[in-house]
């Protein structure tokens, strides 16, 4: 029971990371030593998936608002933004996405919002956003095991 419990709050904390909370999106790969690591991917990439898909679901409603191209017209800066992840986004599809989301330590709230913004296809989208949250959470654990573990065992 206690390791559903874990899990729900890695799910939880998936969500959150994606929607609002600005920490690192592989911070459960901590977990994989007392959680069974195939669930802890599961929970961890299903919680990703999900917040994205909510970020997606309200970036598609708010890109379609006047105030939204109001507010980009006024700030450069942002339309500048927009602008060019439409351009990447039509070069290089979801797959620009996955890799940005595939680097361990690199913030992914602010790119999955610019991304929804800009996107058109949500399910790719957070499949995307959910597969690049597995490859981070694979290379900390690897780090785990290939620099940390061997340190600890010559203690």
Known sequence: MHTLGALLLVFAYEVGAAVILPTPTEMPAVAYSWLPI???????????IVGSYLIFFVGDRVKRTERFEAFCQKHKAIGRLMAY??????????????VLLSIPGFPDTLPLYVFALAGRRPVMFALASGFGTAVRISLVIAGFEGVLLPFVRSL
């Open 38 to 48: 195939g669930w802890l991917f599961v929970f961890a990439v299903a919680g990703k």
């Open 85 to 98: 992840s439409e351009r990447l986004l039509d070069r290089f599809g979801v797959v620009a996405l996955f």
